[in-house]
């Protein structure tokens, strides 16, 4: 029976990176050491890091000589904190859009820096406490904000951006949970960050794609916390995560091969579509998110029943459909469809979700 892992993170790998993973496990590129073993300072590592690193730009169609990518530790969290330590030195004020769990998450974190005003400009929150849109964003006035957060994809709500707000503010996101997945024009976006463990890698890498121009602003932060000084040592500052990047550079050379996200966008549109058709056609089944703004990557559903969604889990589980469980703040269910799920992997989900509903109506 094949079996399909629908976590949300950390997420099922491509089948082919594994593989290789597992093939060089024991000797990486002839040095009769393994990748788990070798030094951050070794040529071995720098090659792979330096790859990666290039790899990432020309998948986004992003210029060396403008964007830098810092390879972090920390998750996505931390960035809640290092993003306004290091950007917001000029106005000391900071605008969010509030469009569920991850973007509250970040707000709360900037909150806590001292001397610093964060506006909440937007937020499509239900009166029940839920997430089903994108909000408008009102005209921002220009040079008042160092600058405009956003969370590309919602990963508990399932809500995402198509069009992206159009702003002289320096725009700033959280791309974790559609990083790679999904297109977007990454030249208007100032910095970017996301936790690897989704699209790219195993958990315990982050990804700060930003303006070169953004650097060199800010003196004596503590080091690890700062941009500048973690881009001046090439994300070595400390020891780096080197087996997360080794298997993020084969993620990205798998995406490379396979047309790049422009390719693999349209095979997630698919894959989704597929899962959200077969909700909409269900009378057991809802997805509550307005059409306009459903997740490529996070499908979250329910039934009517806290007991038929449980009893939905584990019949899935026991039919090689994994971890569909929903995250523990809405419950229900949860399909996370990343660039590694196959296709079948979404049809076998379809029939089950069928076949489920012919033997509860
Ligand atoms: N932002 C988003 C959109 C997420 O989905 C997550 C994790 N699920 C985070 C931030 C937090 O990431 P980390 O665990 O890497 O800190």
Same mark, same amino acid.
């Given at each position: 029976?094949?079996?399909?892992n629908?976590?949300?993170?950390p ?15 024991l ?7 393994s990748i788990?073993?070798i ?7 720098t090659?792979v890091y330096q ?29 809640f904190t290092?993003?306004p330590?290091n950007?917001a ?9 509030n469009?569920g769990?991850w973007s509250q ?8 820096i001292?001397?610093?005003?964060v ?5 499509s929150?239900n009166?029940d ?11 921002i ?10 969370t ?7 809500n995402?951006?198509?069009e992206?707000?159009?702003t002289?503010t320096?725009?700033v996101?959280?791309?974790s949970?559609?990083f ?6 990454f030249e208007?976006?100032d910095l970017m ?16 794609v930003?303006k070169k ?20 040592k090439?994300?070595?500052l ?7 990047v080794y298997v993020?550079n $084969?993620? !990205?050379e798998?995406?490379k091969n396979l +047309? /790049?996200?422009? #390719?693999?966008?349209q095979?997630?549109q698919?894959k *989704? ?8 056609n269900s009378?057991l ?15 979250p559903?329910?039934?009517?029943s806290?007991e038929?969604?449980a ?5 899935a589980?026991q039919?090689?459909? $994994?971890? !569909? ?5 809405? +419950? /229900?269910?949860? #399909?996370?469809?990343?660039n590694?799920m196959?296709? *079948?992997?979404?049809e076998a989900?379809c029939h ?5 509903e012919?033997?509860h109506?």
């Open positions: 029976m094949p079996t399909y629908f976590a949300a993170g997420a099922t790998l491509p089948q082919p990176v594994l593989e290789k993973v597992q093939a060089e496990l000797n990486f590129e002839n040095s009769h050491m788990l073993e030094s951050h300072r070794s040529p071995l590592y090659h790859a990666a690193k290039q790899n990432l730009l020309n998948l986004m169609h992003l210029d060396a000589t403008v964007y830098d990518v810092l390879f972090l530790g920390g998750g996505a969290s931390l960035q290092m993003l330590l950007l030195h000029k106005h000391h004020r900071v605008a969010y859009i469009t769990h998450r970040a707000i709360q974190e900037a909150q806590k001292p001397g610093l005003t506006d909440v400009l937007a937020s929150e009166t406490g839920t997430f089903t849109t994108i909000p408008e964003i009102p005209e006035p220009t040079d008042t904000y160092d600058y405009l957060h956003i590309t994809n919602n990963t508990i709500m399932g995402a951006y198509y992206l707000p159009d002289s320096p725009l996101a959280d791309i949970s559609n790679l997945g999904q297109e977007y024009p208007k976006f960050y996301a936790g690897a463990q989704k699209n790219l890698a195993p958990a315990g890498l982050t990804i700060v930003l121009s953004l650097l060199d602003q800010v003196a004596n932060l503590p080091s690890m916390l700062d941009y500048t000084a973690q881009s001046q090439e994300s070595a400390n020891t780096p995560p080197v087996f997360q993020a $084969l993620v !990205l798998w995406l +047309g /790049g996200i422009e #390719a693999i966008a095979e997630n698919r *989704a579509q597929l899962l959200y058709n077969c909700l909409d009378q089944f809802h997805n509550k998110v307005a059409k306009a703004y459903r997740s490529l990557m996070n499908i559903f329910v039934t009517d806290k038929l969604d009893e939905f889990i584990h019949a589980s039919a090689g459909l $994994l971890n !569909l469980k929903g995250h523990r703040l809405v +419950g /229900g269910m949860r #399909a996370s469809l990343y590694a196959p296709y *079948a992997g979404v989900l089950f979700i069928e076949e489920f012919r033997n109506t």
